[in-house]
């Protein structure tokens, strides 16, 4: 599977984007997809993710108040709804899939995911 996040921009603080991650050469449906960002100096960060099923998401809790993880599988496509965007929410955000139904799944870690898609730069200025 081939993953391509788009979405990003330039938004004020307060604002909102749509991030869409869409699959090539498989369903998005047959994979856990998880969400990271990675802003300038600092680690690799979970954001959200949703099973393959799409009946359990996960947030990171510095965000789960104020985005919000979906899929649209005739789209072929996994979305990130971010609002309420503060400065600090500015990184370059990635999508990634991860093989469904592993025991013991943990949708922080990102070496459950083993497909990445190029990230897509969100910037929120002041």
């Known amino acids: 599977v081939q993953l391509q996040a788009s979405g990003g921009g330039l938004v004020q603080v307060g604002g909102s984007l749509r991030l869409s991650c869409v699959a090539s050469?498989?369903?998005?449906?047959?994979?856990?997809i998880g969400w990271f960002r990675q802003a300038p100096g600092k680690e690799r960060e979970f954001v959200a993710a949703?099973?393959?099923?799409?009946?359990?998401?996960y947030y990171a809790d510095r965000i789960k108040d104020r985005f919000a993880i979906s899929r649209e599988p005739s789209e072929n496509a996994v979305f990130l709804h971010l609002s309420g965007l503060k400065r600090d929410d500015t990184a370059v955000y990635s999508c990634?899939?991860?093989?469904?139904?592993?025991?013991?799944?943990?949708?922080?870690?990102?070496?459950?995911?083993?497909?990445w898609g190029q990230g897509t730069q969100v910037t929120v200025s002041s």
């Open positions: 990634a899939a991860g093989e469904p139904m592993k025991p013991d799944w943990n949708p922080h870690r990102s070496h459950e995911y083993g497909h």
């Open positions: 050469g498989r369903p998005i449906v047959d994979y856990n």
């Open positions: 949703i099973t393959w099923s799409g009946h359990n998401t």
